[in-house]
């Protein structure tokens, strides 16, 4: 499976975005996907997971009721949806696969590239 995530750009504080992450190969339906950040300096952070039918979610606390995350398994693509953005949520962010799912980037087996999300206070 390989995976494209994309959609960042600059946003002010307050401000939404909404990332997008394409998946080719035919196992995307099975996967549990998740998104994962990395600020400079810092570890690579969970965010959000979703379980391969999109029925269950997850997320950080840092995030949970400003982000969602939901996927089209038809479109082999998750999303994130991001609002009430803050400068703290700046990073690079990541989509990745499981075939177990959870909240350890170590869980997962498949990653995309990254997308670069910047907050300005």
């Known amino acids: 499976v390989q995976l494209q995530a994309s959609g960042g750009g600059l946003v002010q504080a307050g401000g939404s975005l909404r990332l997008s992450c394409a998946a080719s190969g035919q196992t995307f339906s099975s996967l549990g996907m998740g998104w994962f950040r990395q600020a400079p300096g810092k570890e690579r952070e969970f965010v959000a997971g979703?379980?391969?039918?999109?029925?269950?979610?997850y997320y950080a606390d840092s995030v949970s009721g400003r982000f969602t995350i939901s996927r089209d398994n038809a479109k082999n693509t998750v999303y994130l949806q991001m609002s009430s953005l803050k400068s703290e949520d700046t990073g690079v962010y990541y989509c990745a696969g499981s075939m177990r799912g959870g909240s350890y980037y170590r869980e997962y087996e498949y990653w995309g590239q990254g997308t670069q999300v910047t907050v300005s206070s």
């Open positions: 979703i379980g391969w039918s999109g029925i269950y979610t």
